[in-house]
């Protein structure tokens, strides 16, 4: 394959572009969550920066960049401050496989709205989820401090735990679409969202992304109650803040894969297809705001029977049963 | 184009190895190792390999690596003890290995084949299935047994107690 000029710029426009919204995205979340929090605990919430409170994310970025970046004197300095880097990385990373809407023509060429159509995205996507583990373990085992590390150990068994459920739950869609490449998934589901036929899959990707986003109910790796802040307790300013950013992304792009996984992807009546994408997106933002909003913690051990005992089951047995339907359809 | 990622992939992974071999703290050494993997991956994804690639990482850099990092966060290795030097008895059968290895090699470099790389050309997911569960069912049954009864002694062992 050669590469104009023209591809080239097309796909360097589609990286900046992407960018931009990824990072607009998530800067709206957080004050999203801010606001829709507060209507829900009936506060007000964040409404003095800009008009209706909208300059808040610009002014929350301006204090975290200006802030002192501390480190402790016993921490690993290496480790230390590449972990913030390692949280936030795979999650951006996972958008390169997300299309977002149908192919545009755009100069005379067919342009798809993917930077890359991997033909093992799925496993791409996994692949990427195994390696986001590591931010969360170096990140409190570089701070030295026993509270980061309880948290860490904590992410890392959880992350683990769920991982496993998550990729079981999408072995049903590969299944019925026959591929491992998104865009062929949103295609398979032009006539009928995969959620129709696989209600328990589902549910089951729901809560493991739910987990693997590690917010409530399942955020005890931070839980502020009993650890500070978890695995970021010594964190200050902007590695904070690459954390914090790391976690809006995550949402982002689990709310999108679970769109595409189930839902259809871009697919949708009347609407052009990138803003139904992006309608399919904000539910699911504002699903695990509400979660966040209305549910309590759980217990360390319910939340390790929840993985081990019951959802992974689950999805062996969903897995089965879907081999069964599609052998004797 | 290919050959110039080539020989970046293999010095980040040649360095990476080293740093891992060579690093005082296990954590840092496992990071290293983490690296080595990506680039390793990434070569395979490069001879038209995505699927092992992509299992590379699941596996190896997300799985196993993983649960090395968590025995040794639990172990809490506060300074790395000194350990005598090896005798050269002990050094005696890596050496053989290590000149098996550099042997090969060197007698490869100096014969005639020369390592093509077969140029960007993937193989699909569907063919590699196919190669995997039709061509050499049987050997995949036999190693996953195997896999089966490892993962049942270690269990034995572990509940003696």
């Known amino acids: 394959m050669t590469w104009t000029a023209t591809d080239i710029a097309l796909m360097l426009g589609k990286i900046v572009l992407l960018y931009a919204i990824i990072l607009t995205g998530a800067a709206y979340l957080v004050l999203a969550e801010r606001r829709i929090l507060g209507f829900i605990q009936d506060r007000i919430g964040p409404n003095r920066v800009g008009p209706l409170g909208l300059l808040q994310p610009l002014a929350d970025v301006i204090k975290m960049l200006t802030k002192e970046d501390m480190i402790p004197t016993a921490a690993d300095r290496l480790l230390f ?43 791409f996507f996994m692949a990427l989820s195994s390696i986001a583990v590591y931010g969360v373990a170096l990140g409190g085992w570089a701070s030295n401090s026993k509270y980061a590390l309880l948290g860490s150990i904590r992410g890392l068994s959880q992350l683990i735990s769920y991982e496993l459920s998550m990729g079981l739950s999408l072995v049903p869609v590969v299944m019925l679409a026959k591929s491992l490449s998104l865009a062929d998934i949103v295609n398979a589901q032009a006539e009928m969202p995969f959620i129709v036929y696989q209600p328990v899959a589902f549910a089951i990707f729901l809560v493991s992304i739910l987990a693997e ?117 | 184009m290919e050959a110039t990622l080539f020989y970046i992939l293999a010095a980040v992974l040649l360095t990476g190895t ?64 000194k350990l005598p030097q090896p005798h050269f008895t002990n050094w005696l059968p890596a050496l053989l290995l290590a000149g098996a290895v550099v042997g090969s090699l060197v007698v490869l470099l100096c014969s005639r084949l020369r390592a093509v790389p077969p140029g960007f050309v993937e193989i699909p997911v569907r063919q590699f299935a196919f190669a995997l569960f039709k061509q050499y069912g049987v050997a995949v049954e036999v190693v996953s047994m195997q896999l089966l009864f490892a993962l049942v002694g270690a269990l034995y062992l572990g509940r003696r107690r």
């Not at chain 1, 951006?92 to 930077?115: D, K, Y």
């Not at chain 1, 699903?287 to 992974?312: E, N, S």
């Not at chain 2, 395979?44 to 968590?70: C, D, H, K, R, S």
Request: charged share 10%.
């Open chain 2, 18 to 81: 080293l740093l891992a071999i060579t690093a005082r703290q296990a954590v840092r050494s496992i990071v290293y190792l983490v690296t080595s993997f990506f680039a390793l991956a990434l070569m395979f994804y490069l001879l038209g390999a995505p699927l092992i690639a992509a299992f590379e990482v699941i596996i190896y850099a997300g799985a196993i690596m993983v649960l090395f990092l968590f025995v040794i966060m639990m172990l809490e290795l506060e300074s790395p003890e």
């Open chain 1, 213 to 329: 986003c590690r917010r409530i109910p399942f955020d005890l790796p931070e839980a502020e109650g009993e650890l500070v802040a978890g695995f970021h307790t010594e964190y200050s300013g902007m590695r904070f803040g690459l954390f914090f950013v790391g976690e809006y992304i995550n949402i982002i792009s689990l709310g999108s894969l679970a769109s595409l996984f189930f839902l259809g992807g871009w697919r949708g009546p009347l609407l052009p297809p990138v803003l139904w994408f992006f309608i399919k997106v904000g539910l699911f933002s504002f699903l695990f705001i509400w979660v966040r909003g209305t549910l309590p913690r759980l217990r360390y051990d319910q939340l390790m029977h929840l993985g081990w005992k019951f959802l992974t089951p689950l999805a062996l047995l969903n897995i089965l049963v879907t081999g069964w339907w599609l052998a004797l359809r």
């Open chain 1, 81 to 123: 401050s590449l972990a913030p880097a390692m949280a936030a990385i795979p999650a951006i990373l996972t958008f390169a496989i997300i299309p977002l809407g149908a192919p545009v023509q755009l100069f005379g060429r067919q342009v798809h709205l993917q930077i890359a159509d991997l033909n093992v995205g799925v496993l």
